[in-house]
C-alpha cells in the first residue's frame, strides 16, 4: 500500500462532517483480501517539522489506520525507523496476544515469526 488510509469511523471523530473527494482507488492487503475505498481528502500532514500536501484515503471498513510507502517516504527524515521498529518478539507477542486474529491469521503470523525469529531478537 502506497498512501495512508483511515477509516471512515475515525475521521469522523477527530472531523465530523467532512466532504471527501471521489475515487476510483481500489486496496487490496497482502492475503489479496479487498478493502473498498470510499474517497479521499487532501490534507496538509506534518510529522516534526515537515509538512506535505498529501492525500489521506477512506475506507468503510473498520481498520487501523495505516501510513504507506508514500507518506514515509515524505518524511523519512522525521521518522527514526530504528526506534520504531526496536522492540523485542516478546514484546510483539504481548501486543498481538491482546488482539483478536482469526485463527487462521494467528496460525501465519506464528509461523512467519517462527521463520524469522532472527529479525526479532534482541540480539538482531
Known amino acids: ?3 495512508a488510509v483511515v477509516n471512515e469511523k475515525t475521521l469522523g471523530s477527530i472531523k465530523p462532517n467532512l466532504t471527501l473527494c471521489n475515487t476510483d482507488r481500489k486496496f487490496a492487503n497482502y492475503t489479496d483480501y479487498r478493502i473498498r475505498c470510499i474517497g479521499y481528502l487532501p490534507i496538509h500532514a ?3 517539522l515537515t509538512t506535505r500536501k498529501l492525500d489521506l484515503y477512506v475506507v468503510k471498513k473498520q481498520l487501523d489506520t495505516l501510513l504507506g510507502r508514500e507518506w514515509i517516504a515524505e518524511f523519512a527524515n522525521e521518522i527514526n525507523l530504528v526506534k520504531l521498529f ?3 518478539l ?3 507477542l504481548l501486543i498481538t496476544s491482546l488482539s483478536r486474529y ?3 491469521q ?3 503470523l506464528n509461523q512467519l ?5 532472527d529479525i526479532f531478537s ?3
Open 122 to 124: 534482541k540480539n538482531s
Open 86 to 88: 526496536s522492540f523485542s
Open 1 to 3: 500500500m502506497l498512501h
Open 46 to 48: 506534518t510529522i516534526g
Open 90 to 92: 516478546k514484546t510483539y
Open 106 to 108: 494467528e496460525k501465519q
Open 102 to 104: 482469526p485463527s487462521s
Open 113 to 117: 515469526l517462527a521463520c524469522y525469529e
